[in-house]
């Protein structure tokens, strides 16, 4: 079983090392193989957070994520909400072909500046997890007006805590607090049920899991590199983080299409 795992582990780094090598362009990859290997795989969900020319791995500049979007919409993918996917995972509701969520954590300003044009530019619905304590007292966040517009125009405003603390470095009336005060404040600026969280850092356990269930959240995300199909737990689901690197394009279409390969092959699927 250790030799297996180790042969495993040693194929997935010469793939991660050769891929590069033996793809000069991202239109090169077997689309056949693409496809195969997706074939059990429900939803990619997209993880950005900044979307601007600051040139950290955080941020996406605005012209690249542009490209992003004019690809997925040349390539037919269609955009879901996180109430789409889970009527799918939970009731097996059918979703559009090619169907992917996209996603924003803490609620920056660029996200309403930079972002939502774009979105609106192909159509695309998308997710901002906001930091309810954020909006309306930092400059660099969105406001609540903000949410509320970009809420009435396909973009879902859900929770990323109150103030983004580690929720597993809280006690559990703390991390209550932090479930419960934010959902409280979306819900009364927006007029709105909360139904989503992303978990602030991406920590977790079984224990707060449970703890957002009973605070009234339908699911929640983490940062979990893969995508999401009927064995993912809707309290813990993955994520594929979209980073600026140094071929942003391209780090955005191996994430898009490699994940699902390896997934294929058991290599990345808890």
């Known amino acids: 079983m ?3 795992y180790l042969y495993k582990k040693i194929i997935l780094v010469m793939l991660l090392v050769l891929i590069p090598l033996l793809l000069p362009g991202p239109k090169i ?13 429900s939803v990619v969900i997209l993880n950005y957070h900044k979307v601007d020319d600051m040139k950290i791995s955080l941020s996406v500049a605005p012209v690249d994520f542009e490209k992003q979007m004019a690809y997925l919409k040349e390539q037919g993918y269609t955009t879901i909400t996180a109430d789409q996917l889970l009527d799918n995972l939970e009731n097996g509701t059918e979703l559009p072909e090619k169907p992917i969520l996209i996603t924003f954590d803490d609620g920056y300003e660029d ?4 972002a939502y044009p774009v979105l609106k530019k192909y159509g695309f619905k998308a997710t901002i997890f906001v930091i309810t304590d954020f909006l309306d007292r930092y400059p660099n966040y969105i406001t609540w007006a903000q949410a509320k517009e970009l809420q009435k125009n396909g973009i879902s405003i859900e929770s990323h805590t109150v103030q983004h603390k580690s929720l597993t470095e809280l006690n559990d009336e703390e991390v209550r607090s932090e479930l419960i005060n934010s959902k409280k404040a979306i819900d009364e600026h927006l007029g709105k049920d909360t139904r989503y969280i992303a978990y602030p850092t991406g920590t977790y356990n079984l224990h707060i899991a449970q703890m957002v269930k009973d605070a009234g959240y339908r699911a929640a995300f983490t ?3 893969g995508n999401v199909d009927k064995a993912s737990n809707i309290y813990a689901l993955e994520r594929v983080p979209i980073f600026h690197t140094e071929n942003t394009f391209k780090s955005f279409y191996e994430r898009l299409h490699y994940i699902p390969i390896f997934e294929h092959l058991g290599w990345i699927k808890s």
Request: proline share 0%.
């Open 2 to 4: 250790k030799f297996s």
């Open 29 to 41: 990859l077997d689309q056949k193989l693409v496809a195969e290997s997706a074939s059990d795989t």
């Open 111 to 114: 996200n309403y500046k930079n």
């Open 223 to 225: 940062v979990k590199y």
